[in-house]
């Protein structure tokens, strides 16, 4: 693929199982299913090679074939989205894989692109994930909106639910992330043999554990970011809002095809 960053592949974790929102991946959004929408945003970012959905769903796998995705069959046990990712990491050949939410449908190929490009190092860092300014108070405030602080490099101190850093003043004063992540493969499978660590099961936060056991994580920070990450119906609503307003704009239904970033 010609762009690519070394060999990247991105793999988009899903499950039907969910406390709030059961059969999320296949709740249709535009007129197609929500894991369709991240397929296409992943593989319109040209720094990528292949697009692999991981899913432990039977109707999962069905619905990402037949809109013609690449799907694979992960195990029931799996913790996390990262570990899901791990068992599809170990059967494939990539140097770098991208782990790329699968409720995050408006996730732009730019982000993508941008958290691939910081790998493409003399000395990588061992995982990059992205962050983007947070739009005010009521993001600030959100404990599902993710907060991360950064040391002066551009390393993650933490990542939170709560309102960090302390009292919100405006401008800069807080990132929120955005659930994507590139890793070194063999980083990505030290990780996942790592046990769930105090703060991750405190905080509900995979990434925590990487902070735990003192693996650097790189944050790119991009602007302009306008998704939002499905959680519930609502929040499916409120996407559909924003990608008709968008639609209306740029006469584009949101659901970019090979190639378009």
């Given at each position: 693929n010609e762009g690519a960053v070394l060999n990247s592949v991105a793999v988009i974790p899903v499950r039907f199982a969910s406390t709030r929102f059961p059969g999320k991946p296949l709740a249709f959004l535009m007129g197609k299913p929500l894991v369709e929408h991240v397929y296409r945003r992943a593989q319109a970012c040209k720094a990528v090679s292949r697009v692999i959905v991981a899913t432990d769903d039977k109707r999962i796998f069905a619905a990402v074939q037949e809109f013609g995705g690449e799907c694979m069959m992960t195990s029931?046990?799996?913790?996390?989205?990262?570990?899901?990712?791990?068992?599809?990491?170990?059967?494939?050949?990539?140097?770098?894989?991208?782990?790329?939410?699968?409720?995050?449908?408006?996730?732009?190929?730019?982000?993508?692109?941008?958290?691939?490009?910081?790998?493409?190092?003399?000395?990588?860092?061992?995982?990059?994930?992205?962050?983007?300014?947070?739009?005010?108070?009521?993001?600030?405030?959100?404990?599902?909106v993710v907060k991360v602080v950064v040391d002066a490099?551009?390393?993650?101190?933490?990542?939170?639910?709560?309102?960090?850093?302390?009292?919100?003043?405006?401008?800069?004063?807080?990132?929120?992330?955005?659930?994507?992540?590139?890793?070194?493969?063999?980083?990505?499978?030290?990780?996942?043999?790592?046990?769930?660590?105090?703060?991750?099961?405190?905080?509900?936060?995979?990434?925590?554990?990487?902070?735990?056991?003192?693996?650097?994580?790189?944050?790119?920070?991009v602007e302009g970011f306008a998704g939002i990450g499905i959680d519930s119906p609502d929040d499916l609503r409120k996407a559909e809002r924003i990608m008709m307003e968008m639609a209306k704009v740029t006469g584009n239904t949101g659901v970019p095809g090979r190639g378009q970033a």
């Open positions: 029931l046990k799996h913790r996390t989205g990262s570990d899901r990712v791990g068992e599809v990491a170990g059967s494939i050949d990539a140097d770098v894989i991208v782990n790329v939410q699968g409720d995050e449908p408006m996730i732009q190929p730019e982000v993508i692109g941008a958290v691939l490009e910081a790998m493409n190092t003399e000395t990588p860092p061992a995982i990059v994930t992205a962050a983007s300014p947070l739009s005010g108070p009521e993001e600030y405030n959100d404990p599902d490099r551009g390393k993650a101190l933490y990542f939170s639910r709560s309102s960090v850093p302390y009292r919100w003043t405006g401008g800069d004063a807080g990132l929120k992330h955005i659930g994507i992540y590139a890793y070194q493969k063999d980083a990505l499978l030290d990780f996942v043999s790592l046990p769930m660590g105090r703060l991750e099961r405190l905080e509900g936060l995979e990434q925590l554990r990487a902070i735990e056991n003192g693996i650097g994580i790189e944050v790119v920070r």
